[in-house]
């Protein structure tokens, strides 16, 4: 159980106690303060009878015990533990006994104060010596200091223990509480940047006939404000973290593809992360000037590590140009367009007189993802160096569509089944016939203006059969979609791109294909991924394993999952207005509706979405029809 509000997190099982075991802990800046926080009351540890988060950063802990030898079978103390990713824990006790109590209690603590890398990799060193200090205990090393105190101070501190003390009277039905508070020296508690006065994102609801929308829309909206981080050089700016416990800091494609899928909260996430990501651009004259820098990702059994910076450097014009639609303020836009002007020469460049751009790396692969991305980049910036007055347009219009042209005939593999696009080509033209989840990439194509939907790189027919490929047993888990087919060579339930479930891709797909009129298909994957959120309490993992969903089953976490994760909430609130079909073109003053006209979820009503940086609720009915009920003044309903 993961409590976040970085750049702090608080981890435990849902034992309540922190024993010092795997990540369990209080941290701050990936540093961990404090590993072992464990309660006995009466010399016997509770017995925990229940555990949930209450918020994304905070947890609630119950335990039981008998504390009276007159008490019979039944407990007579209730402790409740709130945990906040702050570094505070409050320690509740109520006692049921008829007769007055006198209860000891006595709180266990440690830690390493390690690095959260060396700690994942089994390098963390033993716990620290501690010392007493002020009302509690505190730890030091040369990297680093924490302290734990008390609120009321404990009746002992032994520091060669690291035990604090206390012995409470309770009368019948009375209560007393603890308050600890972790805290590396000279700090002071952590605000989340998610807090309502600050967030760049509105706080949208959802309801209607199905009760999970409300919980998923209302859970990814807190993890999503949970991971937000300032840019150090510039504190306006928030961008998200890519999820916790692994990735507190900035990934570049993950951030700018989570802020894209919440365009329907505001603009402000966006503008701020394209102005954190401005500043890292690569400059110069060399081969990877205008270039997003970003890490190596793993792609799967069947291609090499994929570059996130290529990915990073496609999305910046795409966000721009669509968060442009949704309302993102002329002056911002101007301020942007020069970095994505850059971002689309380097994609010129790169390709030069070819036809597709291949991996920056020597003798890599063309992915048909990248293909997809690089696609859409030049087809949306086409549009936003036009809107803007700038040259270049043309140009990229020009190659996207050669690049159509020549996508189909080259990626496109026949067989008796229908035909599949392969997943890459290597450099001597030989196709990755494998089917995986990177091509939902191929549906998503774009937003352009009047509500309308870029072209993609398939054609209609084939459209069709990726559809019905993306909705076939082999690829629809039943908890989304796997990202590589069952029959695959080198399926893996739990392969990160070679067979788990991926929350985002799934996501993606959902949108693709009910933009592109394949309900049926994209019904299936959605309440695939509903069910999924239920089981896992509405906090969306970024991924799990791709195991067939059957009666009676819940989708098995992955052990390397970051949950909360940044594209996984994001997804949330794709899955939920992809049913409104919400298609805004703010600086035409209209905004255009293509809800999913089977209704697979009854009626639906949005409330508290942006769009023209004003609010904007939307009703769809249970025959699939869509109703304006919040707008901003002047805002059209586009055809």
């Known amino acids: 159980m993961i409590c976040v509000a970085l750049p702090a997190l608080a981890i435990s099982t849902d034992q309540g106690q ?17 590993s072992r926080c464990r309660l006995r009351v009466s010399g016997r540890e509770p017995l925990a009878v229940q555990a949930r988060m209450t918020t994304a950063d905070s947890a609630r802990f119950v335990g039981a015990l008998r504390a009276s030898p007159h008490s019979g079978p ?21 006692s049921a006994a008829l007769r007055p109590l006198r209860v000891p209690v006595e709180v266990a603590l440690g830690t390493d104060l390690a690095e959260m890398g060396a700690i994942a990799s089994g ?56 308050e600890l508070r972790v805290r590396p020296d000279g700090a002071g508690p952590v605000r989340s940047l998610g807090r309502k006065a600050t967030s760049p994102l509105a706080a949208a609801q959802a309801s209607g006939d199905d009760p999970r929308l409300q919980p998923l829309l209302r859970t990814s909206v807190e993890d999503l404000n949970a991971l ?12 998200l973290a890519a999820g916790a416990p692994w990735r507190c800091g900035l990934a570049p494609a993950d951030a700018l593809a989570a802020a894209r899928m919440v365009l329907p909260l505001g603009t402000r996430l966006a503008a701020g992360t394209l102005r954190s990501l401005a500043r890292t651009q690569l400059r110069g004259t060399g081969p990877q000037s205008g270039m997003i820098p970003g890490p190596r990702r793993d792609a799967g059994t069947h291609l090499p590590p994929a570059c996130t910076g290529t990915e990073a450097g496609l999305l910046f014009p795409v966000l721009l140009a669509e968060a442009r639609r949704w309302g993102l303020p002329d002056s911002e836009t101007e301020e942007l367009l020069p970095t994505a002007e850059r971002c689309l020469t380097w994609l010129r460049t790169t390709v030069g007189d070819g036809t597709y751009l291949c991996d920056p790396q020597t003798g890599g692969p063309v992915r048909c ?26 140009e990229l219009r020009q190659w996207a569509q050669a690049l159509r042209t020549a996508f189909r005939e080259d990626f496109w593999i026949d067989d008796l089944g229908g035909g599949r696009p392969a997943a890459a080509r290597a450099p001597d033209g030989t196709r990755v016939p494998h089917l995986g989840a990177a091509a939902v990439h191929l549906l998503d194509t774009g937003l352009l203006g009047g509500g309308e939907l870029a072209p993609g790189l398939l054609g209609k027919v084939q459209t069709g059969q990726l559809a019905r490929l993306l909705g076939g047993p082999a690829m629809d888990s039943g908890w989304g979609l796997r990202g590589l087919a069952v029959k695959e060579a080198g399926y893996n339930p739990f392969g990160h791109r070679s067979g788990a479930v991926r929350v985002h891709e799934t996501a993606v797909a ?8 394949y309900e049926k298909e994209a019904n299936s994957l959605l309440r695939g991924a509903l069910a999924a959120a239920e089981s896992f309490g509405y906090r969306l993992p970024e991924m799990c394993a791709g195991e067939q969903r059957t009666d009676g089953s819940a989708p098995l976490p992955h052990p390397a999952a970051c949950r909360p994760a940044a594209i996984a909430a994001a997804a949330g609130v794709l899955l939920t207005v992809t049913l409104a079909g919400v298609r805004p073109d703010a600086p035409a003053g209209t905004v255009t509706l293509r809800p999913v006209h089977s209704a697979p979820l009854g009626e639906i009503v949005l409330t508290g979405l942006r769009v023209a940086g004003a609010p904007f609720s939307v009703r769809v009915s249970r025959l699939g029809l869509a109703m304006v009920e919040e707008a901003a003044d002047g805002l059209q309903l586009g055809v």
């Open 369 to 394: 993802e990248t293909q997809a991305h690089a696609h859409r980049a030049a087809v949306l910036g086409a549009d936003l160096l036009d809107a803007c007055g700038r040259p270049g347009a043309a």
């Open 74 to 94: 039944d407990p007579d103390i209730v402790v409740e533990r709130m945990r906040h990713a702050d570094g505070t824990e409050r320690i509740t006790l109520r």
């Open 228 to 239: 937000l981080l300032r840019d150090p050089t510039n504190p306006t700016d928030m961008h």
């Open 123 to 178: 390098a963390a060193g033993p716990e620290l010596p501690a010392t007493v200090y002020d009302s509690g205990l505190r730890w030091s090393c040369p990297t680093g200091t924490s302290s734990v105190t008390a609120d009321p101070p404990p009746m002992d501190a032994l520091a060669s223990a690291g035990l604090l003390r206390w012995e409470f009277e309770l009368p019948p039905g009375g209560s007393r509480s603890v």
């Open 18 to 34: 922190m024993t010092g075991q795997g990540l369990e802990g209080f941290y701050r800046s990936g540093r961990r303060l404090l």
């Open 510 to 517: 959902v949108a693709g294909l009910a933009a592109a009129g």
